[in-house]
Each structure stands twice: as structure tokens, then as C-alpha cells.
């Protein structure tokens, strides 16, 4: 009889990192995105017992590998490895130069994954050459083929994502074939925007490895959180709100969240005794608390542990979050605002 076979889980990762001339001025800051990623990853692959293994390319007219297929605890800093140039912005063709070169990635032992994570702060100009051709149609048009029919065609083991500077960009990847929950905007021109997009990232990680745990090999909602976590994961971790402590209202339309708890009963509105159930992305500040709520039984669960169970280890700052799609809980972050404004179809627990 032959001994049991141990089919570990491997992740491969491919960071894809904008060198053209306009990231000159945010090279302090994309090294600082990139560094907390890696360290996301480090930490939750670790703590899982994950084979991590990272790629990182940079591009701008041209597209260049850095590092290919290496245990991502020996990834130095990408102090030392990235240099932005003077180019364009190859994007498209980095993108499918990426996922090209992880295709040749050998996959017959163990349970492999793979994740391509784009940094960019502009949108496509150079693919296909050393000369800018600025959406020239002719020029463009077969880029924009081939990369839609590529990320059509990926498998469910595979996961594409990026970081874009605005709303159009958003849009533009998501013509290119990046699922709209898999793009990030990132302002790489404030401190405040910088702290979003780390916490951003780190929660990426922890959430894409913890949801290899309970067989996720590949998402489209990978900058979303609460869909990795199970009630047991909950119960284990914080503690529960004693349920004379709190009140669950439903809100039925869009209202201003003050004159809505006035409005019913032996609630007042009093600031910071308010939360808000996660839903469209929001930036969720280092000093607002989270509670998480069983569907089924409305118990309601809390603690210091919270924000490090939903948004992943080591993040100090402001997060940029929107809900995952969870069948058994649900997520209520603080709110201090008295004017803020809660959307229909959701919930607001009330501490009394």
C-alpha cells in the first residue's frame, strides 16, 4: 500500500508594476503598495502552510521580468529591484506577457492557483512597440483581441486583478476583461490614497489565501471582503455581543441615518453607537469597529480580532472595502456621521 499523498497547495503570483515616465513621482509610493503586498502574502502563507511562489515584471514601451517563480519569503524589496524609465505604457501587452509566461508553469503535482496582480497610474498607450500610439485604432485594435480573448479563456483556477488611477481606467480595464470586482482604484498622489491602496492590497492577500482554504482557487470579487469567512471561523475568533446590547433595524429606503434611528422606538441616535452594513465600496478608517452578524440567528460578534479577521494582518490605516458575497454573515462597520446615508435593502444594528 502506498503512503498517503500530500497535495499541497501552490500559489503563483505575478505582480505586474508600471515603469513609464509619469510613475516618476509615485516610485516612493508604488514601492511601498508592492513591499505590503508581498509581506500580506508572506504572512497568510505562513500561517497556512502555502507554497507562495512570485513573478514581478515591470513595463513601460517594454516589458521586462525582474524575478520569475521565487519562494515569495526570499522577495527582497522593491527598493531594490524597480527603476521607473522613460517610456510609455505597454500595458495590455504586459498584462498578456504575464499570463503567457505562468502558462508554461507545470501544474501535474499538487493544487496550484495563480493570481496576476497589474499596477498601473495611466492606461494603454505603447503595446506593440517602441513608439506611443496613443489609442490608434490600428495600432490597438488587435491588442485589445487578444487580450479580451485571453482573460475570456483563463480558467477557474486563475485570477486577474489591477490598480488603476480613476473611474475611466476602471472602465477601460474592465473592457480589456478584468472582472469589475477585481479592479482597485488606488490616488497615488495622496498619503491618505497610498494608505487605502495598502490596506487594499493586504486584504487582497489575506482574503485570496484563506479562500484557497476552503477550495477558492480563482475569484472575481478579490478586492471584497467577508466572502472568505465561515461562522465557525467567527465564533472561534471574537466574542459575541450579548443580544439585550443591540438592535437590528431593516431599512426599507435611502435615509439619513439620524432621523432613521429617531424614528423607531426606544432608539436615540447617539454617535458611534451606529453600524452601517457593509455593502459598495468605503473607506473604513483605523478607529471605526466592525461587528459580524450570523444571517440566520442575527447573533452578533466583535473584538479586537476583528478587523485583523476581515482585513488580513498588519493593516494600521484607512481600508478600502465593499462587502463579499457571503451566504452565512454579513459585516457592519461604525459610523460617526450623523448625515450619512443608509441604502435600501440593507440593515443598521443599533448598541442600546
Known sequence: MSAN???????????VVDCSGSMRQHQSQLVRVVDEFVSGLKAESDSLGHETRISLYSFDHKVENLVWDMDVKHLPSMRGLYKVNNGATALIEASLKSLEDLGHIWEEYGEHSFLQIVVTDGEENA????????????????????????????????????????????????NYGFPAGNIAIWDADSQEGVEEAIGTVRAAATGFLRGREKGVRGTKNLFAVGQDLSVDDVRANLEPVPADKYRLLKVDAEVDIRSFVD??????????????????????????????????TDRAYTGDAARSLLFGTGIRGTVSV????????????????????????TRLLVMV
Open 127 to 174: 503595446s506593440g512597440g517602441d513608439r506611443r500610439h496613443d489609442g490608434d485604432m490600428a495600432v490597438l485594435g488587435p491588442w485589445l483581441d487578444r487580450i479580451a480573448a485571453k482573460m475570456g479563456a483563463l480558467p477557474h483556477h486563475w485570477t486577474s486583478a489591477i490598480l488603476v488611477p480613476n473611474s475611466l481606467a476602471k472602465r477601460t480595464a474592465q
Open 322 to 345: 465593499k462587502a463579499g458575497r457571503n451566504p452565512e454573515l454579513e459585516v457592519y462597520v461604525q459610523s460617526r456621521s450623523v448625515n450619512r446615508k443608509l441604502k435600501p435593502k
Open 5 to 15: 499523498k500530500i497535495q499541497h497547495k501552490v500559489n503563483h503570483v505575478a505582480l
Open 263 to 296: 424614528s423607531h422606538p426606544g432608539v436615540t441616535y447617539e454617535r458611534g453607537a451606529c453600524y452601517y452594513q457593509l455593502g459598495a465600496r468605503v473607506q473604513v478608517q483605523p478607529d471605526k469597529e466592525v461587528i459580524v452578524v450570523e444571517k440566520d
